[in-house]
């Protein structure tokens, strides 16, 4: 006899019946496993290309009470995410004087994101990670060594270097760091960003890292970004590189000015064109554009339309309506 905390359970996994049986609906990572760079695309175990809709979370030093299985859960349900975005805020007040704090902060993300079957990006949020190498290889390596078998964990290990050299700085940074993961994870996606906070893929496109599983990551913020940065991006993809945008904004690029609802909409429809997953920037009740939430938003979730700011609004509907 099936109890009714077990029936509710086998409901709340699935949402078809057939034959007196119970069909799991398919998660994101169940649909697609491992995914990995093959040319300019992102694909998945099938050999098909796999465009994903989903958030980034805000610095984790800065905006902790989002970090919740609560508001994952939420995200996938609600929002229907397919991927989510830990940002470890590596600065002041973040990992670097507090390694083992953000780590557990991360982690219970990353953790529920596994648990509900989306895949999960993290993001070492650093604008000088060339500076801080020896702390994030220590950090990547604990990463790997933890999540290295779960399909659903994608590393980032240069959030949006600053105007500094690719040549000389980014790409033997990006090198060594990869090196290190391999070494624990040799299958998983690395995601590496590019000069001029990760706008300068054309440039890391021609000077490429020889590691058969990366891409790299495009940043915009549609009211700052416009047609010159898709131009660049369909260099970096001519080049044969792979991309995927994991920080995005619907206002300008300082976080702040009018949601510009048109730039939006112009670059959804060239993500959707050339098939690049994407994650809004992000959970956060900051009084900033950029941020889907309006302050004092639950911290597990559970958002009505009134808790959401005009950009929430907007992104919601985008994710929502995302090809899975």
């Keep these: 006899m099936i109890t009714l905390l077990c029936f509710a359970t086998l409901l709340a996994a699935s ?18 496993g491992l995914l990995r760079a093959k040319g300019r695309r992102i694909v998945g175990e099938h050999g098909k290309s796999v465009s994903l809709a989903g958030n980034s979370f805000f610095w984790s030093q800065w905006m902790p009470q989002y970090y919740t299985p609560g508001v994952v859960r939420w995200l996938k349900n609600d929002w229907k995410a397919g991927i989510v975005r830990v940002a470890v805020g590596v600065g002041p007040g973040g990992y670097l004087e507090h390694p083992e704090a953000e780590t557990a902060r991360v982690s219970r993300v990353i953790d529920a994101a596994i648990a509900e079957g989306l895949y999960v990006i993290i993001d070492w949020h650093d604008h000088k990670a060339h500076q801080h190498e020896a ?8 990463m790997a060594t933890k999540y290295g078998r779960k399909a659903n964990v994608i590393y980032e290990i240069f959030n949006e270097p600053e105007k500094i050299s690719w040549r000389d ?3 033997p940074y990006s090198e060594r760091v990869i090196a290190a993961i391999r070494a624990i994870d040799k299958d998983n ?9 990760s706008q300068d893929v054309d440039i890391a ?9 990366v891409a790299y990551t495009l940043h915009f913020y549609a009211g700052t970004h416009k047609e010159w940065l898709r131009a660049k991006a369909e260099t970096a993809m001519a080049k044969g590189v792979a991309l995927l945008v994991s920080e995005w904004g619907t206002c300008d690029a300082n976080g702040n ?23 809004n920037w992000s959970v956060a009740d900051k009084v900033e554009a ?11 979730g559970g958002w009505k339309a009134a808790d959401l700011t005009e950009s929430g609004e907007l992104v919601r509907t985008i994710v929502r309506g995302w090809s899975k």
């Design 169 to 171: 700085q980014v790409k």
């Design 290 to 300: 950029a941020s889907i939430l309006k302050p004092g938003a639950s911290s597990e």
């Design 135 to 142: 702390q994030a290889t220590a950090f990547f390596q604990k």
């Design 205 to 213: 496109a021609a000077d490429p890292i020889k590691d058969s599983n």
């Design 257 to 279: 000015g009018k949601v510009d609802v048109a730039s939006t909409n112009e670059w959804m429809a060239f993500l959707k064109k050339h098939e690049i997953s994407h994650l």
């Design 15 to 32: 949402s078809v019946f057939d034959d007196g049986g119970v069909q799991e609906v398919p998660t994101p990572v169940s649909k697609h």
């Design 189 to 197: 996606l690395i995601l590496v960003g590019s000069p001029s906070w």
